[in-house]
């Protein structure tokens, strides 16, 4: 799964690396929690163009009745995701990317859980797979939320945890944004582990574990993490 990432880069490096117009208010993050507002680059329906703009991390599905369904539904699988009643529409017709520069998965170890921070190798920005949808409250306030989609592990994730956020290459974004492409099974075969040779990870603080610690200490390293990979 994926419970909490970081995205230490600005408004603007958020702008120039998407190339997408900007409409939200955003300051470097080292520790984003569920139910948080997060960045989110959409497809603008009726002209090409990109845009930037804030939702509420755990998807709540347009016919739910209850906003507390969301909190369940910060993560979807992307090997049942289009069969899932409230995952499959969004899959196939609301897809969005979430930036991030780095997420954090949990250990376990004998007595306790040590966290590790996941990056690209020179740590810059890239984009988890994300659904998104739009819900009314029971007095007509529309919101929109987004979940991460997951895949299986690539060698490195898979030495900490069973499951991994689902992240896009740069040459996937355009199609994967196009809300004219709905064929579920391509859809679908573009959530694969990210290349491990691609990435690299690195023990961090406990800090991480707390919500309200948010700053560049949740993501400094401890000690690099190398497992042995297959050749």
Request: proline residues 9%; charged residues 25%.
């Amino acid at each position: 799964m994926c419970g909490r990432f970081r995205l230490g880069k600005g408004r603007e490096a958020l702008k120039e690396y998407f190339g997408a117009e900007v409409d939200l208010d955003w300051s470097p993050r080292y520790n984003i929690a569920p139910a948080q507002r997060i960045p989110t680059v959409r497809q603008n329906a009726t002209r090409p163009v990109r845009e930037l703009s804030l939702m509420r991390w755990g998807l709540i599905p347009y016919w739910a009745k209850d906003a507390s369904i969301g909190y369940k539904m910060i993560n979807a699988r992307s090997e049942t995701a289009a069969t899932k009643p409230a995952f499959r529409d969004a899959l196939q017709l609301r897809r969005c990317l979430i930036p991030a520069d780095g997420f954090y998965e949990w250990k376990k170890l004998p007595k306790a859980k040590q966290p590790y921070c996941f990056t690209l190798r020179d740590e810059s920005i890239f984009a988890f797979a994300g659904i998104w949808d739009r819900w009314k409250d029971p007095d007509g306030n529309t919101l929109e939320t987004c979940s991460i989609l997951t895949t299986s592990p690539n060698e490195l994730a898979a030495a900490v945890h069973d499951r991994m956020p689902a992240i896009l290459p740069p040459d996937n974004y355009d199609l994967w944004l196009d809300p004219g492409f709905q064929d579920v099974k391509e859809i679908s075969d573009m959530l694969k582990p990210y290349g491990a040779a691609l990435m690299k990870a690195f023990a961090v603080s406990t800090r991480v574990n707390t919500v309200k610690n948010d700053d560049p200490q949740c993501a400094e390293p401890l000690a690099e993490f190398t497992p042995q990979l297959p050749l």
